[in-house]
């Protein structure tokens, strides 16, 4: 099997799933330590000159499949936005209406975070159902998550079955 890299993919006006790895702690609503959001802008940024519509999701803790607003990915987002000098829009879940619709209006350079994939069960245990939802709004699908490559989550293996362009 060929691997692919983003550098081997026309991009441009693709809806590119990227999963990152923004668990950063957070502290009084802000990050406290934003080396790992760093670590992810290059990628970012060049699926961004390639005028991909970047779609991010990321785990933060260990949330036990519900949410827990302190586990949320929002003071994420905003740092990030301030670290790529543009919006960074965030969705109130990884799936379902309010997403699909947020990636359905994408423009090209667009960027939304999705909230905290932990927040759901089907995360952990690699669920065919929620891997399928998370690829549904997805072209393209980016690893960028060195750090949780080694585990059969939904987020990192199931969504590969469901999305035709797989890279690193």
């Not at 005028?51 to 949410?67: C, D, F, N, T």
């Not at 669920?127 to 699908?141: H, I, Q, R």
């Amino acid at each position: 099997m060929n691997k692919l890299s983003i550098k081997d993919l026309d991009l441009s006006g693709k809806r590119t799933f990227v999963r990152v790895d923004f668990n950063v702690p957070i502290r009084d609503g802000k990050v406290a330590d934003d080396t790992r959001i760093r670590g992810a802008i290059p990628t970012i940024q060049h699926l961004l000159d390639e005028r991909a519509k970047v779609i991010l999701a990321s785990h933060l803790g260990r949330p036990k499949g519900e949410k827990e607003e302190r586990f949320s990915l929002k003071p994420v987002a905003d740092r990030l936005g301030e670290l790529l000098g543009k919006e960074v829009a965030f969705a109130d879940d990884c799936i379902g209406d309010q997403v699909d619709r947020m990636a359905t209006e994408m423009a090209a350079g667009d960027v939304i975070l999705l909230e905290n994939v932990r927040f759901h069960a089907g995360e952990k245990e690699n669920a065919e159902e929620f891997a399928e939802a998370l690829a549904k709004n997805a072209d393209v699908y980016v690893n960028d998550a060195f750090g949780t490559a080694h585990r059969a989550h939904a987020s990192t293996a199931g969504i590969t079955k469901f999305v035709d362009q797989c890279a690193a």
